[in-house]
């Protein structure tokens, strides 16, 4: 009796595998995330998902923001200089590479406004970048280009295609 029991409660890896999926083993998710990020002490940005998923058994490893994202990032005296929200990023932390979709908005604190459908921000050159159109709103424009590469506190930004009526000072009008 004892051996008929012992070889009942045996299971096969496939089953177990097919119950829950090859998928759900690869991955660590967690729910409401804060992660602040620090360069030699400093923290340079707060980045707040509502899902986080990480894979690294795929190649190369990264890490999903799958249901919205919100980051902040600081100057050294860890006043907000900028934020950005969007619906998805993917993070490929080997590359140091953030590619972020959907909804992509970015407001400095001057109050001017980057919106983009994708932005890759480079976290060892600390730039955005981008081939797709944007669009930047300030106080007194609205600018539209196909591209654009920006700082990460996107107080410098440069529009590669620009499109559209631009306003310009009088003393940068070249004679």
Known sequence: ??????????NKMEDIQALVGKSVMQEDRAYDVTILYSEDGQVKARLFSREFIRNETSNPPFTDMQRGLKVEFFNDTLEVESTLTAKYARYYEQQGNVLIRDS????????????????????????????????????????????????????????????????????QVPE
Do not use: H
């Not at 109050?111 to 007194?140: C, H, M, S």
């Not at 280009?145 to 000072?169: C, H, P």
């Open 104 to 171: 992509v908005v970015v407001v400095n604190k001057k109050g001017d406004r980057l919106e983009t459908e994708e932005l890759i921000w480079n976290q060892n050159v600390q730039k955005f970048y981008t081939e797709k159109p944007v669009a930047i709103t300030t106080a007194t424009q609205t600018m539209w280009g196909d591209g654009l590469e920006a700082n990460q506190d996107f107080s410098w930004y440069q529009i590669k295609s620009l499109r559209g009526t631009m306003l310009v000072e009088k003393d």
């Open 1 to 10: 009796m004892l051996l008929l029991l012992a070889a009942s409660c045996r």
